[in-house]
C-alpha cells in the first residue's frame, strides 16, 4: 500500500466506495466468523451513522456498540435513543469514571493531543532525551506558543480520549470477544492516512482484528451518501455543529473557525457552565481554555469584548 494507491481509491465515485465498504464488511465478518464476533463502534456522528447504514445493508441485526462518556451533545444522546426505537440493535457502554473525574485527575485536554502529550512528557520527566528533543526546534519540539503549558498549575493531557473512550471498548471486546468495524477515514489527518498505508487496506485481521469500511472516503462523500440515502442525521448538525465528538473537548477549540463552545453555549448553556466549571489542581477549564484561546487571539464566547456592532449604545 502506497500514499498513490490510497489518492486513486480516494478519487473513485461514491458507488465504488459503497460497493467496495460492502465487502470490506463482508469479507471481515466471515473472516471472523459471523455477526457474532463483531460489533460496529457508533458515536452517533455522521460518519458511524452512514457506517452503521452500510453494516445494516449486509446484516438489519448487526450489534452497535455506543460509549457514553458523559461528555456527548444530549442531541446525539437523542439520536442513539432514537435509532434504537427505529430497530437498530444498540448497546450502550460507559468509561469508570465521570469527564469531571478525568480532567481532574490527569488534566485539560487542550490544543491538541500530540500537543497536550508533549507537555506531559517534558513536566513529568523533564531531564530525558525525549523531553530535550521536545523543547528543542527539530520536526518533534512543542511549538513555542504553547510552551507555557509547562508551568501552569494545572496538568495538560491527552490521556481523556484513553479512559472515556478506549478503555471502555477494550474491556467491552475482552468480555465478548467481538472485533470493531468502525468508521474512521484516511482523510481525517496524517495520523489516520498512515494507519491506512501501515495496515496495508481497510480490514486488518490477527490479534487487533478491525475493519475501517470507510477508509478511502473522504467528508464529501459521507455528506453525498447521507443525501442520497435519505439519512436521519443528529439535530446538532442541524445547529451549525460540524463535528460531534464531545461536546466539551479544548483540542482543536483554539483554531479561528471552530465554533464548538458557540454552540454549546447557545444550545445547552447550563452544560456549558457545567464544562467551565470543572478544574484541576484547583483551576478551572474556563481559566486554562481562556488561556489558550488568547494564544490565537481568540476569545471564550462569553467573554467576546463588545464591539460598534454589539454595543447597545449603538
Ligand atoms: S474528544 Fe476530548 S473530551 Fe472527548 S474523550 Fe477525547 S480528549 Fe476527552
Not at 467496495?20 to 473472516?31: E, G, K, N, Y
Not at 475482552?174 to 472485533?179: A, D, L, V
Not at 481497510?202 to 442520497?228: H, M
Request: hydrophobic fraction near 35%; include cysteine.
Amino acid at each position: 500500500m502506497t500514499t498513490d494507491i490510497l489518492k486513486e481509491r480516494q478519487a473513485w465515485t461514491l458507488a465504488q466506495k459503497v460497493d467496495h465498504a460492502l465487502a470490506t464488511i463482508d469479507v471481515f465478518i466471515s473472516r471472523m466468523g459471523g455477526i457474532d464476533k463483531v460489533y460496529c463502534s457508533f458515536s452517533g456522528g455522521k460518519d458511524s451513522t452512514v457506517l452503521l447504514h452500510l453494516c445494516r445493508v449486509l446484516y438489519p441485526d448487526i450489534l452497535a456498540v455506543f460509549c457514553s462518556t458523559g461528555n456527548e451533545y444530549p442531541e446525539i444522546i437523542q439520536f442513539v435513543r432514537e435509532q434504537a426505537k427505529k430497530g437498530a440493535n444498540i448497546q450502550v457502554i460507559r468509561p469508570e469514571i465521570t469527564p469531571r473525574q478525568v480532567w481532574a485527575k490527569y488534566g485539560f485536554p487542550l490544543v491538541g493531543k500530540e500537543t497536550a502529550q508533549k507537555v506531559h512528557k517534558v513536566r513529568f520527566n523533564p531531564n530525558t532525551v525525549t523531553a530535550s528533543i521536545i523543547m528543542g526546534t527539530g520536526f518533534f519540539c512543542l511549538a513555542k506558543k504553547w510552551r507555557y503549558l509547562l508551568t501552569e498549575p494545572y496538568e495538560t493531557s491527552s490521556q481523556c480520549c484513553d479512559i472515556l473512550k478506549k478503555r471502555p471498548f477494550h474491556k467491552f471486546e475482552k468480555i465478548t470477544g467481538r472485533s470493531p468495524i468502525i468508521g474512521v477515514m484516511a482523510d481525517e489527518s496524517d495520523l489516520r492516512k498512515g494507519q491506512y498505508i501501515k495496515a496495508g487496506g481497510c480490514n486488518v485481521f490477527g490479534e487487533k482484528a478491525a475493519s475501517r469500511p470507510l477508509s478511502i472516503w473522504t467528508e464529501a462523500d459521507v455528506w453525498q451518501y447521507i443525501e442520497e440515502q435519505r439519512l436521519d442525521i443528529a439535530e446538532i448538525y442541524h445547529k451549525g455543529a460540524a463535528r460531534t465528538g464531545c461536546m466539551g473537548c479544548g483540542f482543536g477549540a483554539q483554531f479561528a473557525d471552530d465554533r464548538r463552545f458557540s454552540i454549546l453555549l447557545d444550545n445547552h448553556p447550563k452544560a456549558y457552565d457545567m464544562v467551565m466549571n470543572y478544574t484541576n489542581n484547583g483551576v478551572t477549564f474556563r481559566e486554562a481554555l481562556r488561556k489558550a484561546l488568547a494564544v490565537n487571539g481568540r476569545y471564550l464566547p462569553d467573554e467576546e469584548p463588545k464591539n460598534l456592532f454589539t454595543s447597545p449604545s449603538c
